[in-house]
């Protein structure tokens, strides 16, 4: 993969360094804001929630997991039964699709139940990276990278990366953190992009919010 971080950022450990030593203490709740009550539900909420806010989701979940509660109750539904339950959120065709897909893989061959691994999580319909790490740490331990759109975003704006490249991110970080820090430096990102670097009107530019990392962002693409 060809590298394209920033010149002015010589030392990259250092840099994400300080930003995990600024952001997880202000933000070290380090688990999804997504409602959810085991893995299948989170598995199912996450994969839920490409192009669609937490808020969102969180908003269909409830009544969707009452009627189908785990693998084995979804598996037996259709697509078409889950379009309506889900239909304000984005993309709901695909997502229902995948959905049945998944809960059927996971009640044929897995009795039900949700992958430990990465390498298992990927094989399933509708997972890619950020639903498999976000699983992978939350439900099993595993040190998790989590690049969504909030953590690509900032990554950008802080040099971390010059494109949102969510595989290029998260092979940055890896490189440059302690795998006992993904975690927790994640969901520190998240917040921060969610609520402080947002998209439309970062705090840097809008003037109505202080940033904690104001003295050491490049603020790249601003």
């Not at 909030?150 to 953190?177: C, F, M, Q, T, W």
């Not at 998240?190 to 670097?197: L, P, V």
């Not at 439309?200 to 109505?208: E, H, K, L």
Request: with cysteine; hydrophobic share 45%; aromatic share 6%.
């Amino acid at each position: 993969m060809k590298k394209e971080t920033f010149a002015g950022i010589a030392d990259m450990k250092a840099h994400i360094a300080r930003i995990r030593d600024i952001l997880v203490p202000l933000w070290p709740d380090a688990r999804p804001l997504l409602s959810y009550a085991n893995c299948f539900e989170l598995l199912c909420a996450v994969m839920m929630s490409a192009q669609t806010t937490d808020e969102q989701v969180n908003a269909v979940t409830p009544a969707l997991f009452a009627r189908y509660p785990d693998a084995e109750a979804m598996a037996s539904a259709e697509p078409e039964n889950i379009e309506p339950m889900i239909h304000s959120i984005g993309f709901f065709h695909t997502k229902a699709r995948h959905l049945v897909q998944t809960a059927r893989i996971l009640s044929r061959e897995r009795g039900g139940a949700v992958p430990a691994t990465m390498e298992g999580l990927l094989e399933l319909p509708g997972v890619g990276r950020k639903t498999a790490n976000l699983v992978a740490s939350a439900c099993f331990g595993a040190p998790g990278i989590i690049v969504d759109t909030h953590v690509a975003r900032s990554a950008v704006r802080l040099g971390l990366y010059a494109k949102k490249d969510p595989d290029a991110i998260e092979a940055i970080i890896r490189e440059n953190l302690d795998p006992e820090d993904h975690t927790a430096f994640s969901h520190a990102l998240n917040r921060h992009g969610k609520f402080i670097c947002t998209a439309r009107a970062p705090a840097c530019v809008a003037g109505d919010r202080s940033c904690p990392l104001e003295a050491i962002c490049p603020k790249y693409g601003l």
